[in-house]
């Protein structure tokens, strides 16, 4: 989404000039820093972000931070001034040189001069401890948890990979069918694609 930072009238940063625009990635995270630095209040370290003072005051300032999106349970998105970089819960992967290709056309992800970049984007992927497993089965994603019952989500419904239904309860079979595939091929990577046809 765009974002648009109007500084109050005398509270203007050095440099400031109205109408400029920033291509950094920021995140809405980033806000609550903004203002707390804007009205010089004290440091609150505990706050996830970073103050967008300096991109205000000169767009064109240095700012290699990156910003994470996630949608639903392990898809992730990467974006720096000059890649993003997608990685889904299956582990297929999306990467875009915004430099060359602004309106993200051409997926380089499987480019192998592309590894180091991909390795360095995903640094800034959280992995979250709570969940063992992704697994895709066709329409299917299920997210087995480490403590707890699975999770199934049709990724090809309405809602998509934002995962608004846990139909677990609804397709007990097809879970069963999931652990069953896991467990007789000693499947234990924390991303499963299981090939069509395979439990029929």
Known sequence: MPLMIVPPTGSQ????KPGTQCSAPVSLL???????????????????????????ADPSTGWEKATVSTIGRGSHSVATRRWRYIR????????????????????????AENGDVKLQMAKYIPEDARFKQYVRWG?????????????????QSEFGISEQNDLASDHPDVVEAIQA?????????????????SRE
């Open 88 to 111: 889904y819960f299956d582990g297929s992967e999306e990467l875009y040189d915004l430099q060359a290709d602004p309106e993200e056309w051409v997926n380089i992800a499987a480019a």
């Open 139 to 155: 329409r299917w994603k299920c997210v087995i948890p480490v403590e707890g019952d699975p999770m199934l989500f049709d990724i």
């Open 30 to 56: 980033d806000l609550y820093p903004t203002m707390v630095d804007a009205c010089a209040l004290p440091d609150r370290p505990e706050i996830e972000g970073n103050s967008l003072v300096p991109l205000v």
């Open 13 to 16: 940063p050095a440099g400031f």
């Open 181 to 197: 595939h896991l467990g007789e091929n000693e499947l234990t990577s924390r991303r499963v694609n299981i090939p069509l046809g």
